[in-house]
């Protein structure tokens, strides 16, 4: 099974700029879906953004505008483009893969702490 490890994470002052990486142990071209969820402290996790194997993407409104999501098929990489981030951004962040008719592949997640 394809495993996925994120980075990229850190603390940042509001205002400024982080981009995360999830890179796969295997191909991902496969994949129907990969994209990154966050959780915050006694908050569920959420969908941050979505791209899909035809590289449709879709964000949550919260980060519309402010994020952008990528994925490099010949890298196996997806990455998250986080810019003016605010301090509700501050969450552990995920990076899943998913192919229809199989359970979804979680990475183990890297923490964005933004100070306001």
């Known amino acids: 099974q394809v495993q996925l490890v994120e980075s990229g994470g850190g603390l940042v002052q509001a205002g400024g700029s982080l981009r995360l990486s999830c890179a796969a142990s295997?191909?991902?071209?496969?994949?129907?879906?990969m994209g990154w969820y966050r959780q915050a402290p006694g908050k569920q996790r959420e969908l941050v953004a979505l791209?899909?194997?035809?590289?449709?993407?879709n964000y949550a409104d919260s980060v519309k505008g402010r994020f952008t999501i990528s994925r490099d098929n010949a890298e196996n990489r997806v990455y998250l483009q986080m810019n003016s981030l605010e301090a509700e951004d501050t969450a552990l962040y995920f990076c899943?893969?998913?192919?229809?008719?199989?359970?979804?592949?979680w990475g183990q997640g890297t923490q964005v702490t933004v100070s306001s």
């Open positions: 899943y893969a998913h192919h229809y008719n199989s359970p979804i592949i």
């Open positions: 295997g191909n991902i071209f496969g994949f129907d879906s």
């Open positions: 791209i899909t194997r035809i590289r449709s993407t």
